[in-house]
Nanobody, 121 residues
Framework: QVQLVESGGGLVQAGGSLRLSCAASGSISVINTMAWHRQAPGKQRELVATITSRGSTNYAESVKGRFTISRDNAKNTVYLQMNSLKPEDTAVYFC???????????????WGQGTQVTVSS
């Protein structure tokens, strides 16, 4: 079994900061790309940021310059530092990871359960 568990969500005022964490555990051989997605009420889930195993990053235009994704490969953990938060950042944030469980199995995506981020104006 593989589990991804997010933490760090909460309520913050506009202009504030939050740091999300997502730890992967279980039977894991390799973790490739890790990512953060979010889903606001009534909207489709959208990709926020990705980071490869070598540390290359990519961001949605709406969060560039405000959010930073990072990872600790030794801890199988991905982070999302969110600064200058806006009310439109309010959403449930999900982490995802492309994981290979053994050296002979294929890679497949795993998802966390989500953590709520609410930004008040």
């Amino acid at each position: 079994q593989v589990q991804l568990v997010e933490s760090g969500g909460g309520l913050v005022q506009a202009g504030g900061s939050l740091r999300l964490s997502c730890a992967a555990s279980g039977s894991i051989s390799v973790i490739n790309t890790m990512a953060w997605h979010r889903q606001a009420p009534g909207k489709q889930r959208e990709l926020v940021a990705t980071i490869t195993s070598r540390g290359s990053t990519n961001y949605a235009e709406s969060v560039k310059g405000r959010f930073t994704i990072s990872r600790d490969n030794a801890k199988n953990t991905v982070y999302l530092q969110m600064n200058s938060l806006k009310p439109e950042d309010t959403a449930v944030y999900f982490c995802a990871a492309e994981i290979r469980r053994t050296l002979i199995t294929g890679t497949r995506p795993y998802w966390g359960q989500g953590t709520q981020v609410t930004v008040s104006s």
